[in-house]
């Protein structure tokens, strides 16, 4: 029984220490993970067009470096981020890499971003600093994570903005 007792403990204590950040995470793979689904007008060739052009074009200096596969139904990339920890040497601040999803359907779209690494010797999972029972946890991972979602955010954002059709304005004839 006290078995039983002391393993329920130990489980709560888990889930607090993992439910104290207020990320997405995903039930299936565990990943931090932002998944959005859009409803746009258009076609599905114009949508995928208007994300191309409107948004990844703007959004990233070379988007043919980054997407990896594109058929289009479907977008696939990965780019990275850096992160601030307060050190004015800007090298010492870390990489991030993530992965991009945007699914293109007939009246809808959906975007994911997961797979949030941290870029080192060997890369980190992302979700290693929502564990604040972990022994190397510093308090500087809560701003990490912090910046990862206003990053989302933003990034969702400029994706929802793109997805509007630019206005045809038609010209008079005299």
């Known amino acids: 029984m006290k078995k039983v007792a002391l393993l329920f403990v130990a489980i709560l204590f888990a889930t607090i220490a993992f439910a104290q950040s207020d990320l997405p995470i995903d039930p299936k793979t565990e990943k931090i993970c932002f998944r959005k689904v859009i409803n746009t007008v258009g076609s599905q060739d114009e949508v995928f067009n208007r994300i191309y052009s409107g948004f990844l074009n703007s959004y990233y200096k070379s988007p043919s470096t980054i997407v990896q596969q594109n058929d289009g139904r479907t977008l696939k990339g ?3 981020l850096q992160l601030d920890n307060g050190d004015p040497v800007k090298s010492k601040w870390p990489w991030i890499t993530y992965y991009f999803t945007i699914e293109v359907r007939e009246g809808r779209v959906r975007y994911t971003l997961t797979d949030f690494m941290q870029k080192t010797q060997s890369n980190h999972p992302c979700e290693e600093w929502m564990n604040k029972e972990d022994p190397l946890y510093q308090p500087v991972w809560d701003s990490y994570l912090n910046q990862m979602a206003a990053f989302a955010e933003d990034w969702g954002q400029k994706f929802e903005e ?12 005299w």
Do not use: M, R, Y
Request: charged fraction near 45%.
């Open 78 to 80: 990965k780019h990275q």
């Open 162 to 173: 793109s997805l509007v059709p630019e206005k045809v304005i038609e010209e008079e004839e």
